[in-house]
Structure formats: C-alpha cells, structure tokens
C-alpha cells in the first residue's frame, strides 16, 4: 500500500486526464511526470505550500494528532461520528463537499456548534489539477458562500478533491483567503470492510511520522462523492479505535491550531 494513494474513488477518464497532464505540462515546462508528481502527490510543494502537518513540539509537550474527515456531510455517518468525538470531547477538522451541506445544514450547524472545525473540499468534488480556473474559483466560492451562510463563521480551510492541483489552484485558494492543505496520513478507508486494518496502518503512519518528528494530520471520509448517504462504517468505527488507543498519549488538534507553523 503506498501511502501516497490518492483519495477516494477518482471516477474520471484516465485518458483525458493524461491528455489534460500533458497538455498542462508542456505549459508549464515539466515533464509528464513531474506534472503528475507536482499535481497529485501529497508531499510536493512544486505547485505551491500547502499545510500537512507541522513538527510536534518538545518532547516534554503531547505529541500532536489532527482528524479530519473528507467527503461529508453525511446524514447516515456523520452524527455517529459527531457523538464519539463528544463523548471524548475530541474537535475535529471536517472537508464538507459544498452541494452535500446544502442539503444538511442541520447536520453542518451541529458540527460547527460541536467546535469542529468546518473547511472545504469543493462544491462537487472534481479533480482540480484538470478543472478550468473559472470552474476551480467557482468550485470553491459557492461552498464558502454556502458553508459560511450556515453557520455564519469564516471558512478558512480548503483540501482539494485527491490532492490534485496546479499552481492556479492554490493562487486562486489563496486570493479566496482559503489555505490549502493536504494531509501526511492516508489508507483506502472508503474501501475497507473493516476498520481494524485501517486503524492499523494509520498507526504505523502516525509512528513513523512521530519517529521523523512530526505530528499527523490524518484523513479518513464521513462521507463519499459519489453519494449523500455512502457507508462509512469501517471508517467512523476506526476513528473511535484510534482515539481510544490515542487519547491517553496525544493531543488531538484541529487544524487552525497549526495556521502559525506555516
Ligand atoms: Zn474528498
């Protein structure tokens, strides 16, 4: 398993993203596949900074963990997921896909009121590495708008649909006052049929992090692109084995927690 896998579920016709890699490559005078590397792969910063996770602090101090879910509001998963995190009085980063909190403002209002940390992750989810500017600005304006209505607080958040991006992307991010931000910690949790091997390789990702100095900023879905409603179970039951097993020896962050790291 790589851990470098890109998100969930990438629907889109391999050759018109080559073609599209290609053609966005030679504009920027990279090769195919350093284009490929710079747009899809977590740990670049050729098509500009984004935030993954800083290092921990002194050895003296908890070392740092920060959940975050992709893909959601999801009215099926979510609350479930929202009640773990209140019983260990946990606050979590969420990437809500803006037409999915449309219709779940309920849903978008509790977490907000919960202390989550609300962020975006696009109105419907395209891959933006190949997304026009315009359709990129528009992406990602109607879900600020739309988030920021709900729950009348700033979005300051955004994580691009499987990592992809160019350099447009984050510049527009940015004018839009949104930080990017990517994550050091990934498995295929929307696939899994249990959560004990996603919570087992989160694991051995959170210590070789924690062995390189670093704190985690973990990704698993409450939800899925493809529908409102998908089944998240194995991933909600692995995001309560992790924090059992972490509760005791980290601290878990949100997000904002990190801003002045970057
Ligand atoms: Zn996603």
Same mark, same amino acid.
Do not use: C
């Given at each position: 398993?790589?851990?470098?896998?890109?998100?969930?579920?990438?629907?889109?016709?391999?050759?018109?993203?080559?073609?599209?890699?290609?053609?966005?490559?030679?504009?920027?005078?990279?090769?195919?596949?350093?284009?490929?590397?710079?747009?899809?792969?977590?740990?670049?910063?050729?098509?500009?900074?984004?935030?993954?996770?800083?290092?921990?602090?002194?050895?003296?101090?908890?070392?740092?963990?920060?959940?975050?879910?992709?893909?959601?509001?999801?009215?099926?998963?979510?609350?479930?997921?929202?009640?773990?995190?209140?019983?260990?009085?946990?606050?979590?980063?969420?990437?809500?896909?803006?037409?999915?909190?449309?219709?779940?403002?309920?849903?978008?209002?509790?977490?907000?009121?919960?202390? &989550?940390?609300?962020?975006?992750?696009?109105? %419907?989810?395209?891959?933006? #590495?190949?997304?026009? !500017? *315009?359709?990129?600005?528009? $992406?990602?304006?109607?879900?600020?708008?739309?988030?920021?209505?709900?729950?009348?607080?700033?979005?300051?958040?955004?994580?691009?649909?499987?990592?992809?991006?160019?350099?447009?992307?984050?510049?527009?991010?940015?004018?839009?006052?949104?930080?990017?931000?990517?994550?050091?910690?990934?498995?295929?949790?929307?696939?899994?049929?249990?959560?004990?091997?996603?919570?087992?390789?989160?694991?051995?990702?959170?210590?070789?992090?924690?062995?390189?100095?670093?704190?985690?900023?973990?990704?698993? &879905?409450?939800?899925?692109?493809?529908?409102? %409603?998908?089944?998240?179970? #194995?991933?909600?039951? !692995? *995001?309560?084995?992790?924090? $059992?097993?972490?509760?005791?020896?980290?601290?878990?962050?949100?997000?904002?927690?990190?801003?002045?790291?970057?």
């Amino acid at each position: 398993m790589r851990d470098n896998e890109q998100e969930s579920q990438v629907v889109i016709d391999p050759i018109q993203i080559a073609e599209t890699a290609e053609s966005i490559a030679a504009l920027a005078g990279l090769s195919a596949g350093a284009f490929a590397y710079a747009a899809m792969w977590p740990a670049s910063n050729l098509f500009g900074p984004a935030l993954r996770a800083p290092r921990n602090p002194p050895a003296s101090a908890l070392p740092q963990l920060a959940l975050t879910f992709d893909d959601g509001p999801n009215p099926a998963w979510t609350p479930q997921l929202l009640d773990i995190l209140a019983r260990h009085e946990i606050r979590a980063t969420f990437f809500l896909i803006g037409q999915f909190a449309a219709i779940q403002s309920k849903l978008v209002q509790r977490m907000h009121t919960a202390g &989550h940390l609300i962020a975006n992750h696009t109105w %419907t989810h395209p891959n933006l #590495a190949i997304t026009s !500017a *315009a359709r990129t600005r528009e $992406e990602l304006s109607s879900t600020t708008e739309e988030i920021q209505q709900i729950i009348g607080a700033p979005i300051r958040y955004f994580r691009p649909p499987y990592g992809g991006r160019r350099p447009s992307t984050l510049q527009i991010a940015r004018e839009l006052g949104l930080e990017p931000v990517l994550w050091n910690a990934i498995t295929p949790d929307w696939s899994a049929k249990s959560p004990e091997p996603v919570a087992a390789r989160m694991q051995k990702i959170i210590t070789r992090n924690q062995t390189r100095g670093y704190a985690t900023n973990l990704v698993l &879905h409450d939800g899925g692109q493809a529908s409102p %409603t998908e089944n998240r179970s #194995a991933s909600i039951a !692995a *995001a309560a084995q992790l924090i $059992e097993h972490y509760k005791p020896t980290h601290r878990f962050v949100t997000l904002d927690e990190w801003q002045s790291t970057l």
